[in-house]
Nanobody
Framework: QVQPVESGGGLVQAGGSLRLSCAAA????????MEWYRQAPGMERELVAR???????TYADSVKGRFTISRDNAKNTVFLQMNSLKPEDTAVYYC??????????WGQGTQVTVSS
């Protein structure tokens, strides 16, 4: 089993920055990629950023140039640095461990609120 735990959400003004963290405990060798998703009220959950086991990164078009995903392998932790935040970035952010055949493992989510 893998259990991701997110932290770092909060309230920030537009133009500000936040850094989210996701610590993955458990059978981390089964993880193909770590992902950040977000879900705004009334909206579907969307993929924000992804980093594979070999370090390949992908981003949603809406966050390219503003968000950066990275990881600390020694601490089994993935980060999402969010800069130039906009009110439309307001959502609950979820960390997901893509374990392929073994399925996904979701964190509990952390709220990010960007005020205008």
């Amino acid at each position: 089993q893998v259990q991701p735990v997110e932290s770092g959400g909060g309230l920030v003004q537009a133009g500000g920055s936040l850094r989210l963290s996701c610590a993955a405990a458990g059978s981390i060798l089964t993880i193909n990629a770590m992902e950040w998703y977000r879900q705004a009220p009334g909206m579907e959950r969307e993929l924000v950023a992804r980093i594979t086991a070999n370090g390949r990164k992908t981003y949603a078009d809406s966050v390219k140039g503003r968000f950066t995903i990275s990881r600390d392998n020694a601490k089994n932790t993935v980060f999402l640095q969010m800069n130039s935040l906009k009110p439309e970035d307001t959502a609950v952010y979820y960390c997901n461990a893509d374990r392929g055949f073994y399925g996904n493992a979701w964190g509990q989510g952390t709220q990010v609120t960007v005020s205008s």
